[in-house]
């Protein structure tokens, strides 16, 4: 069976220090990977997905199939980052996730 | 636009009590899910729907939890005769195809509390 793990919960951070939320997971087969993020009172909203493999809002995850990661990195937060992150993994023909747990991003001032 | 919403926002049952929970999608989105989030946890898949129909229900708990799109649009799921570990927020998310890598997006959710 699939699983997602986020091994820590809370991340707390000065503003403009990198951030590392780590991710691994466990699949047989092709891996669809996702980050979700959900502000504080907002709902649960797509950050990136590995397939586009593009950079949003200055955070960039990279596919390690080796080591069955995809951690998401920010060179530099900023006090907006603040939210909580769900590392998330779509299976089967109609693609639902299986989500972490959640970590909790702080970026103080 | 109008993203999915759902109804109510928060729900008060006591133990035994029936409820229902409603998601309307966005307008034109073939796949519908539900996911149960436990206080603490992230989403947990219950069920699929491809227009009306009930492709996947692996994930629901109990024979308590009923689901339906009768008319591929709005999605119901029912809980029967609630217990105080069905208290959680439930997640309805929608995404245009039926299949493939979509974006799913997720409506702000229904906080049960089972009392």
């Known amino acids: 069976a699939q699983r997602v793990t986020q091994p820590e919960k809370l991340l707390s951070v000065f503003k403009g220090a990198p951030v590392e939320l780590k991710c691994n997971y466990s699949?047989?087969?092709?891996?669809?990977l996702f980050w979700y993020v959900q502000y504080s009172r907002q709902r649960l909203q797509l950050l990136l997905r590995h397939i586009s493999r593009e950079s949003i809002k200055g955070f960039t995850a990279d596919l390690n199939k080796g080591e069955t990661s995809f951690h998401l990195k920010k060179p530099f937060a900023q006090e907006e980052d603040s939210a909580m992150y769900y590392c998330?993994?779509?299976?089967?023909?109609?693609?639902?996730?299986?989500f972490g747990k959640g970590i909790t991003l702080s970026v103080r001032p | 636009g109008a993203g999915v919403s759902q109804s109510p926002r928060y729900k008060v049952a006591k133990r035994g009590q029936d409820v229902a929970l409603r998601c309307d999608p966005i307008?034109?989105?073939?796949?519908l899910f539900w996911y149960q989030q436990a206080l603490g946890q992230g989403p947990e898949f219950l069920t699929y729907f491809q227009n009306e129909a009930q492709l996947d229900k692996s994930g629901l708990p109990s024979d308590r939890f009923f689901a339906e799109r009768p008319e591929g649009s709005v999605s119901t799921l029912k809980i029967q005769r609630t217990q105080q570990e069905d208290s959680a927020v439930y997640l309805c998310a929608s995404s245009l195809q039926g299949t493939g890598s979509y974006e799913q997006y997720f409506g702000p959710g229904t906080r049960l509390t089972v009392t």
């Open positions: 998330a993994l779509a299976t089967g023909a109609n693609s639902k996730l299986t």
């Open positions: 307008s034109g989105h073939v796949s």
């Open positions: 699949y047989s087969g092709s891996p669809e």
